[in-house]
């Protein structure tokens, strides 16, 4: 395998680094202060050509390979998880669906306004009663003379306030289970359609997460993406590729929180000596460049796989729950590093920790990596319990 990127990856990658240096790590701090979700940097992520790296010019998009994709994701993951989180909702979860399973009529309608960042896009999977187990959700659509009708409730939506559009993933039919499902493209000014924003949140305090509710919301036979059935593999299929944006956002975190302590730990002097003079520090900073360069590894090998168009489910799992685990032991680590400045806002590490923790619930917990890790490996699915033979 070669790890060498070439040039014009190279200068990706430098290009998103100076782009993020400027301008999100210079605003990142005030954005989580205030919970402040920041349109106006959105606006000039999209202006960088960062909401559909991977679409095809034709649609709008840059027309980049995955592996200068998650180049581009690593350096924003850097400066600041909820910018990152726009670009993963957008670009991973609902450009890659309507991607992969829109008409050209649909695709040709939304995408050059997503990849522009005109409009917002979410992806509404999860409900209040649904998570892991998201076959089991029970927005319901039914049929009308001219479309659908859709009634429910989704939670824990990024981006939900803010979104032009939704995929909203309903019940076709309670009996069929997981074969009754269906997405459909739903413009959020739909009479009946509302959002309510979440307040409270640990980390991504600078990113949108709303409640949404389906009250009798209409929509015609065209705003089905895939046919009916094919919601559940519309689900997977955009986590497979969100699952490759977050991990790749976790390896940005575990390399700032590398740069921030060797800085840190060069500056500040204990006993007369910097810290970086101790053993147990630099045992610290070597834990978390060992996890950062594994983390990335794995990141570029799913990367390869899917540049390829090979089968990388397994390997994109493997990514997912190695880099965001990483990213958490790697915040906790800098934090330890710079002791009790570690604990505010001065430093970007308690942010890092703050924001990493929830890379291990979303888009599949850290448990259900390791089923679907597992299951690859066995044969077996041990997620479903009626299911273990
Ligand atoms: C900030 C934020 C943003 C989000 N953004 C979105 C979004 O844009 N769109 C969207 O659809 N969702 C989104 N989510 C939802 C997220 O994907 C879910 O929280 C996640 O899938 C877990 O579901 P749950 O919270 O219901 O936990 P549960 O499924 O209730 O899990 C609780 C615990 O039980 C464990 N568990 C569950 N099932 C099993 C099993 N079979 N075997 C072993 N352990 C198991 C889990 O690993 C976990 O530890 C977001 C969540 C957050 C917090």
Known sequence: MDFDLTDEQELIRATAREFTDKEVVERSRENARNHHFDTDLVKKVAAQGYLGAIV?????????????????????????????????????????AILKWGTEEQKH?????????????????????SGSDAASLRTRAKRTDSGWVLNGSKMWISMGNHAKVALIF?????????????????????????SQEIHGKLGLRSSDTAELSLDEVE?????????????????????????????????????????????????????????????????????????????????????????????NTMETSVAKLYATESAVECANLAIQVHGGAGYVD????????????????????????????????????????MEVE
């Open 170 to 194: 309903a019940q076709t039919d309670p009996e069929k289970k997981h074969r009754g499902l269906a997405c459909f493209l739903v413009p959020t000014a739909s009479e009946g359609f509302s």
């Open 219 to 311: 929509v015609g036979e065209e705003a089905m993406l895939g046919e009916i059935g094919d919601g559940f593999k519309v689900a997977m299929s955009a986590l497979d590729n969100g699952r490759y944006s977050v991990a790749a956002g976790c390896v940005g975190i575990c390399d700032g929180c590398v740069d921030a302590s060797v800085r840190y730990a060069k500056e500040r002097k204990q006993f007369g000596v910097p810290l970086a003079r101790f053993q147990l520090v630099q045992e610290m900073i070597a834990d978390m460049i060992l996890k950062r360069d594994a983390s990335r590894m794995l990141v570029y090998r799913a990367g390869a796989l899917k540049d390829e168009g090979k089968p």
């Open 346 to 385: 001065d430093y970007p590490v308690e942010r890092y920790l703050r924001d990493a923790r929830v890379t291990t619930l979303y888009e599949g917990t850290s448990q259900i990596q390791k089923l679907i890790i597992g299951r690859a490996a066995t044969g077996i699915n041990a997620m479903t319990p």
């Open 109 to 129: 309608r939304y995408l050059p306004k997503l990849c522009s960042g005109e409009w917002l896009g979410c992806f509404g999977l999860t409900e209040p009663e």
């Open 56 to 96: 095809p010019q034709q649609y709008g998009g840059a027309g980049l390979d995955y592996v200068s994709y998650g180049l581009i994701v690593e350096e924003i993951g850097r400066g600041d998880s909820s910018v990152r989180t726009v670009i993963s909702v957008q670009t991973s979860l609902v450009c890659s």
